[in-house]
């Protein structure tokens, strides 16, 4: 199938408008971080006790996590459920993926208060099993680096190293099953880090399924992140969108989605915890916009006809961005009250320098996918160029 | 919703045979890694003190908010004073911190005419580290720099290992483990009962200069059944409180030789009029510092807890899952099967059209 679309270096200039801002963005979050370093957390964020996670953990890490799942669930379709028709979608996705986790591996160092020490998490005698957080950290390291191996290829490609590029494909299917397993234990737990807060997260998102919730809207958001990114990247690059796969996905991802809303729901009805969501209060707010937000894509591309317009598959894919961000803020920041009702006056708003190395973050993921894009064979040939 | 449980629904040529059982295989297998029944072989009970477990016992009703307590701790545990008044004559932190590791919190209401009363009163509450029996910031540790001694059951943090991730802040459903945010080198302060004074026979320094009783040291065990006595007396009725540190009833002289300061401190005092609920008995399953009070619990600030422990039904969830790796490597089994008879397939495919070509 990939003898079809065989992935070529798009080609043309590094430094562009887009580049030039993401350069910027970059040197604003890199002037944060050296306050941040030098003189303590506290000195740029607006991290409290009563708020110990701010966007830094929850969107530069948790969200960012599930954003680079794209990799993951295309991946999924191809050499799982063996479709290979969707192979051309694989690279890009995976690509996304690769700075996705990097760098929400990387994010986690700024936010450590004692980040030298963070190779204890690994070191036996020091790792805690029955830690959460134990299994996310292990699950990301080992992710990142099959990503790597899985990516490699295109650097062989490129390069030229034909012989190490065979040998590598010989073992390719297990990397590619074990990048599969991966996202699948850490995704989950990254839900999981919720149980352990107990009663302090509102009943809306505090469940003992919420691993299977959080795996369900990765896996639907890795869809949905390909339809947004598959759109960008073809509008920004003028090229043809991949219509004829995007369509087909578009119902895969409607299928899972369907399945998460399912869970999702049922699990509210079965513990009760419904009586929440009519309350008057911020949580109940939040938690019928999520809902709307992963609702969305069925009045957007419910239909076969809708399908074809590819305005509706780039919303649709941002609205379920939405969805599994907001599911995210909501458990770990908005529904989440250290206080148990007692009011001890917390609150929290990420700090203006939180921001700019949030965004610094995106930067150097948006420069790194246009420097690579460009220059490795990536993106799948054109449909005009490759009729030789 | 048109395909309702699975992703794969496309219709497709080929062999239906094997799509099926991939289909089945998949499903199984997804189902498998991410299905959570928390109720299972490896459910995991919330845990219980150990039999020798230190805590304190902080009585409301005997408390008169002197501070000399917050004082002293601040003094053991070489914390700095916090200034919140515009003078700063005075350390006066408004809720625990990174640098204050106990506080005593008043309530009031109306005229505050009352001591220990609901409407037009006040009331004082003690916040600091409950040692919890299955406390969550160890469960949530991912480096075991938080750990539960298993012995005494005291709660402990070691800077050198702590990673500064404030899991443990998020995790505490009491708000108590704090992180130092003024600091590119902060670390996680709470109280840990003193253990450090402990080898040279001092015990918490909060119950050694408490002038009440209001907050005595000792084994849980003793201190619960010393709650209780309190709770079955008549307010109002003239009772002995212990001062300090409570003694075991079995205390030997040598286990008693083990900690200094005068052992009789005991004075008259009137019993309160005790809400019949011993704070910490059964919470989250169980603490080992308890609290008594005249004033309903949540004014007073101390949350409303299960009996059963959040670490409980965490680690139960993290080990069904992970539980020996059984799971995760029965998936990748499956997986790695299925991946290889795919990618051989098209890398097959792939030779195929070259060699039209």
Redesign the interface.
């Known amino acids: 199938?990939?003898?079809?679309h065989p992935a070529v270096p798009v080609g043309g200039k590094l430094l562009n408008t887009a580049t030039a801002v993401c350069g910027v963005l970059i040197m604003a979050m890199l002037a944060v971080l050296l306050v941040r370093?030098?003189?303590?957390?506290?000195a740029v964020?607006n991290?409290?006790?009563?708020y110990?996670?701010g966007i830094w953990v929850i969107f530069d890490v948790i969200i960012g996590s599930a954003f680079a799942c794209g990799g993951f669930s295309v991946a999924m379709?191809?050499?799982?459920?063996?479709?290979?028709e969707y192979?051309p979608l694989v690279r890009p996705a995976l690509l996304a993926s690769l700075f996705g986790y990097t760098l929400a591996g990387v994010g986690v160092i700024f936010?450590?208060?004692?980040?030298w020490?963070?190779w204890?998490?690994f070191?036996p005698?020091?790792?805690?099993?029955?830690?959460?957080?134990?299994?996310v950290?292990v699950c990301i390291s080992a992710y990142i680096t099959v990503m790597w191996i899985e990516f490699s290829p295109v650097f062989l490609e490129k390069w030229g190293l034909t012989v190490q590029k065979k040998r590598l494909?010989k073992v390719?299917?297990?990397f590619?099953?074990?990048g599969?397993?991966l996202p699948?234990?850490h995704q989950?737990?990254l839900g999981?880090?919720l149980?352990?807060?107990?009663?302090?997260v509102n009943p809306l998102w505090q469940t003992?399924?919420v691993?299977?919730l959080y795996?369900?809207s990765a896996i639907t958001v890795g869809y949905g992140i390909v339809l947004f990114e598959s759109c960008v990247a073809s509008a920004a690059y003028r090229r043809e969108i991949e219509m004829h796969l995007l369509q087909?996905m578009a119902?895969?991802?409607?299928?899972?989605l369907?399945?998460f809303?399912?869970v999702r729901l049922g699990d509210l009805v079965v513990r009760g915890a419904l009586g929440h969501a009519f309350a008057a209060s911020l949580e109940a707010f939040f938690f019928w916009l999520e809902l709307f937000c992963f609702v969305l894509p069925?009045l957007l591309i419910g239909s076969a006809a809708a399908r074809r317009n590819p305005a509706r598959l780039f919303l649709a894919g941002i609205a379920l961005m939405c969805g599994a961000m907001l599911m995210r803020v909501n458990g770990f920041l908005i529904g989440?009250d250290?206080?148990?009702?007692?009011d001890?006056g917390w609150h929290y708003f990420p700090s203006i320098a939180e921001m700019l190395v949030t965004i610094g973050m995106f930067s150097v993921e948006v420069l790194a996918y246009i420097i690579i894009t460009r220059r490795f064979p990536v993106l799948p040939r054109e449909e005009a160029a490759a009729a030789h | 919703?048109?395909?309702?449980?699975?992703?794969?629904?496309?219709p497709e040529a080929g062999s239906q045979g094997r799509?099926n059982f991939?289909k089945r295989l998949?499903a199984g297998g997804?189902a498998a890694?991410?299905?959570?029944a928390?109720e299972v072989a490896c459910a995991r009970d919330t845990l219980q003190r150990p039999p020798e477990a230190l805590g304190l016992l902080y009585d409301a009703t005997l408390c008169v908010g002197c501070q000399a307590c917050v004082a002293a701790c601040k003094q053991a545990n070489a914390n700095p004073a916090e200034f919140t008044a515009v003078d700063k004559l005075w350390d006066t932190p408004l809720?625990t911190?990174?640098h204050t590791f106990n506080l005593i919190k008043m309530y009031r209401n109306g005229t505050m005419e009352n001591k220990d009363a609901e409407q037009n009163g006040f009331a004082f509450m003690k916040t600091s580290c409950m040692h919890c029996a299955d406390p969550?910031c160890v469960?949530?540790?991912?480096?075991?720099?938080m750990t539960k001694n298993p012995v005494n059951g005291i709660v402990g943090y070691d800077?050198?290992?702590?990673?500064?991730?404030?899991?443990c802040?998020?995790?505490c459903?009491f708000?108590i483990p704090?992180?130092?945010?003024?600091?590119?080198?902060?670390?996680i302060g709470k109280c840990e009962l003193c253990r450090h004074r402990h080898k040279d026979g001092h015990y918490s320094a909060c119950a050694e200069v408490c002038p009440t009783g209001a907050t005595l040291f000792g084994r849980s065990e003793d201190l619960l059944a010393e709650a209780k006595r309190r709770l079955a007396l008549k307010p109002g009725e003239w009772t002995t409180m212990p001062r300090g540190r409570l003694p075991a009833k079995d205390e030997t002289p040598e286990q008693a030789a083990q900690w200094k300061g005068p052992l009789n401190q005991d004075y008259q005092a009137q019993a309160g009029a005790y809400l019949q609920h011993v704070y910490g008995e059964k919470e989250?399953g169980g603490t080992q510092v308890l609290k008594l009070s005249a004033v309903n619990f949540?004014k007073v600030?101390?949350?409303?807890?299960?009996p059963k422990?959040?670490?409980a039904?965490?680690?139960t969830?993290?080990?069904t899952?992970?539980g020996g790796l059984i799971m995760?490597v029965a998936?990748?089994a499956g997986?790695?099967w299925?991946?290889?008879?795919?990618?051989?397939?098209?890398?097959g495919?792939?030779q195929d059209?070259?060699g039209e070509a």
């Open positions: 199938m990939s003898a079809h370093f030098i003189f303590g957390l506290g964020t991290l409290n006790d009563g110990p996670w379709l191809v050499y799982i459920f063996n479709r290979g192979h936010d450590l208060g004692r980040w020490n963070f204890h998490i070191w005698g020091y790792a805690n099993p029955n830690s959460v957080m134990f299994e950290a494909e390719l299917f297990f590619i099953a074990l599969t397993l699948m234990m989950s737990s999981t880090m149980v352990v807060m107990g009663p302090q003992p399924v691993p299977l795996l369900l087909p119902k895969i991802m409607l299928g899972v369907g399945l809303l399912a069925y989440y250290t206080g148990l009702g007692v001890h | 919703m048109k395909q309702p449980s699975h992703p794969h629904t496309e799509r991939l998949l997804a890694a991410a299905a959570v928390p809720d911190s990174g969550s469960s949530a540790c991912p480096v075991s720099a800077p050198d290992i702590c990673i500064g991730c404030r899991y802040v998020a995790a459903p708000g704090k992180y130092q945010y003024d600091s590119p080198t902060g670390q989250y949540q600030g101390m949350p409303d807890l299960p422990s959040s670490a039904t965490s680690e969830i993290q080990h899952l992970y995760p998936v990748l997986l790695t299925v991946a290889r008879r795919n990618v051989v397939a098209e890398a495919e792939e059209k070259q």
